[in-house]
């Protein structure tokens, strides 16, 4: 690529983009490396990385070729292939395969350290070598396949003349491995193929958590976009209608809605009334009322009656389309958490593998033969595996997260447990959180026993979100349906029948009190009565808030409801409260908080809250929250109490005190070791063992947290 000439600056407002499928970005240091080394080749103006997907969009010169975007991948030491089709999920696969390797990296570990338990015992002469034996037969396969991914990627970094993280991992695993093998080939009393195994089998382990966290990512943009119709009811200019897949859909098209139908597409309604559920934009549970003339967004469900749309934008272009865009984006963000550790971990192996090669170098100086100065290396190669360091947050996430699970909190990512106890302002969603999300029905104490009856068998005849409402509340109560003659549903209207020859009805109320809140009207022969609903509030959210407070967190209500829909549960729980705000207006509120140096955590429970959650600094959500929602955010907590939430936060305060314990005493442990390591003083035996106990050390602090959330 260095060798082709620069394009003309005309050239380049002819531009396209082209997507590139790269498995060996795994870090924050990949993703800064492609970024930044791509637009330096002449014809490309942009790159844009998907640590999620492992996928590079290059936007560049028409007059560049596949080929010449490859190479220029390649230069940058990645292999890359264009990718045809937008769908293929090159990360899930990437991810099978590392879940393979750790498989097989872990059970070669397991056999080999009871083969070594045999050695440690005191076996001598045929049996030891026996032993060393059996250990290298399963050793060699294990560490060639499970290394895969670290020497493919060391390789390809070096045949650039390049390096990166992989490359010291695979120096030394290699190392190790080679001088086992030299001592058993001649008889030594020492071989060390557990320890090259166990740290393939560490290092793979976190690997593939990231890749978990990354592919929960994935699910939740791909659980949103499945809120949309696949296709739609398409009306032609014959007057005849044939369905069309959503993907094959264009503006100006007209699409027949029935009820019960979701929108494949944005568009304005041309025919009919109706109302529709915009949840997923809104978070208001009630529908909204939509005629001639209205817009409407791919995803809503038309819940009343058939309308026809004209089709403004499809695919791509819609609404719910730029939601999922926003969440990716802002997904990405956290890239730098994963970046702060991939710092620490590139600057200590280096640093590991220079003291062994600094300590080989001056036993060779000191006049000790090179096998003797080899022990050395290699022992200080082991006595400084990560193990302890590896373990020291691990340990302590999946046992807060155990004890979490228990109290019915599900923590999704590890990692995001240092999130949580970093927040400083917790931003919650109104309707489905601080609520419980759905109607509920008032005063149905005023009517008798009789009219309930009736009342039931009415809401049964529809599924209008009210009607659902009316007839879980009746149900509870064990009211037995009245039976009910010619019972018919008019779109827009409500429900009505006849009960003994009178006419009753569940229907839209005829006065102007119906503007102000969710209210139907139950009508027998000239008796009418109001029924209101309210979103009822859970039960401890007042007392929630408060313990955030208590605890040094500051609150805020954000929501896309009307603003005096929100009146009462802001006087409640004492909290501001920001109404009519899109999903859009919630990542940008969340932006403004960060900016002042807020730690957010974002609770909430929409699809219109998923950009916001992913932005989050953290992120919670209910059981009964949308999918996406729930795989976008980083715990999940079960039933109607909203009092995990607070229990999270300070279960996460606890369980970073205990990983910095973890820290200091596997760095205590290597300031202890090494010098003795360095001196000689420590044998590759000793050392394998002393790395061990430092894990089981830290193992052991951690267990401490099952008490963390009592």
């Known amino acids: 690529m260095a060798s082709q000439p620069a394009l003309p600056e005309e050239s380049l407002v002819e531009a396209k983009e082209s997507l590139f499928a790269v498995p060996g970005i795994h870090c924050a240091g990949c993703l800064s490396k492609i970024e930044n080394g791509l637009p330096s080749t002449p014809g490309i103006l942009s790159a844009r990385v998907n640590l999620g997907a492992k996928r590079v969009a290059i936007r560049h010169d028409v007059a560049l070729t596949p080929p010449d975007l490859k190479a220029a991948i390649m230069a940058l030491g990645f292999e890359a292939e264009p990718l045809a089709d937008p769908d293929q999920d090159v990360a899930a696969a990437e991810s099978k395969a590392l879940v393979r390797a750790l498989a097989v990296a872990g059970f070669a570990a ?164 109706s109302g529709i559920d915009i949840a997923f934009l809104t978070g208001e549970s009630a529908p909204v009322r939509v005629r001639a003339g209205d817009a409407v967004q791919a995803g809503a469900m038309n819940v009343e009656g058939p309308i026809t749309v004209e089709v403004t934008a499809a695919g791509p272009d819609t609404m719910i389309a730029d939601i999922a865009r926003l969440m990716e984006e802002a997904g990405q963000g956290k890239s730098r958490y994963v970046q702060i550790a991939d710092r620490a971990a590139r600057y200590y192996a280096p640093s590991v593998h220079l003291l062994a090669a600094l300590s080989f170098a001056g036993w060779m100086i000191a006049g000790a033969g090179a096998h003797q100065a080899l022990l050395i290396a290699v022992a200080v190669l082991l006595i400084t595996c990560p193990c302890a360091l590896g373990l020291a947050v691990p340990a302590a996430q999946i046992v807060a997260c155990g004890a979490l ?41 005023r009517i008798g026993r009789q009219d309930q009856a009736i009342l039931l068998a009415l809401a049964r005849a529809s599924r209008h979100p009210l009607s659902n409402a009316l007839r879980l509340e009746l149900e509870a109560r064990e009211v037995v349906p009245a039976p009910l003659d010619d019972i018919r549903e008019v779109a827009g209207e409500g429900v009505f029948a006849q009960h ?60 896309g409801d009307r603003t005096e829909a929100m009146e009462e549960i802001a006087r409640a729980t004492r909290t501001t409260a920001i109404g009519h705000l899109r999903p859009v207006d919630k990542l940008a509120l969340i932006g403004r908080l960060q900016a002042q140096g807020e730690k957010v955590l974002m609770v909430g429970d929409g699809l219109n809250d998923g950009p916001a959650l992913a932005a989050g600094h953290a992120s919670m959500a209910p059981a009964s929250a949308s999918d996406a929602s729930q795989l976008t955010a980083d715990a999940v907590f079960l039933g109607d109490r909203l009092a995990p939430v607070a229990l999270t936060v300070r279960a996460a305060r606890r369980t970073i005190a205990v990983v910095k314990q973890n820290f200091a005493l596997a760095i205590g442990y290597n300031v202890l070791a090494v010098p003795l390591a360095v001196a000689g003083k420590v044998t590759p035996l000793v050392a394998a063992i002393a790395m061990s106990t430092s894990s089981l050390i830290v193992i052991a602090n951690a267990l401490r947290l099952k008490g963390a959330v009592r």
């Not at 690997?207 to 990512?217: F, I, P």
């Not at 739609?232 to 264009?250: E, K, N, T």
């Not at 503007?515 to 007392?543: H, I, K, N």
Request: charged share 20%.
């Open 405 to 445: 699970m228990r109290r019915g909190v599900l923590v999704k990512d590890g990692s995001a447990l240092e999130r949580l106890a970093e927040v400083s302002e917790a931003v919650f969603d109104k309707t489905g959180t601080l609520t419980l999300g759905r109607p509920v029905p008032q005063g149905l104490d």
């Open 500 to 559: 003994g020859g009178v006419e009753v009805s569940l229907a839209r109320p005829r006065s102007i009190v119906s503007l102000f809140g969710l209210v139907s009207e139950y009508r027998r022969g000239d008796q009418s009565v109001l029924l209101s609903f309210t979103d009822a509030p859970r039960p401890d959210a007042v007392e929630t808030l408060d313990r955030l407070r208590a605890m040094g967190v500051k609150t805020l209500i954000a929501s």
């Open 110 to 273: 397991m056999n080999i350290m009871l083969l070594s338990v045999s050695i440690w015992s005191g076996a001598e002469g045929a049996t030891r070598t026996m032993f060393h034996w059996l250990s290298a037969l399963i050793a060699l396969p294990a560490v060639a396949y499970a290394g895969q991914p670290f020497f493919r990627s060391a390789w390809a970094a070096l045949r650039q003349g390049r390096t990166n993280m992989d490359v010291p991992i695979s120096i030394g695993v290699l190392l190790t491995t080679g001088m086992s093998l030299f001592e058993t080939v001649t008889g030594g009393a020492h071989a060390w193929f557990d320890g090259a195994v166990m740290l393939l089998f560490f290092l793979l382990a976190g690997r593939c958590l990231d890749s978990m966290m990354r592919g929960r990512a994935r699910a939740g943009v791909a659980a949103l976009l499945k809120q949309t119709a696949p296709g739609a009811l398409v009306l032609g200019a014959d007057g005849r209608s044939q369905w069309i897949a959503a993907r094959a859909l264009r503006p100006g098209m007209r699409m027949l809605v029935a009820a019960g139908e979701r929108l494949a597409a944005d568009g304005r309604v041309t025919e009919g009334e």
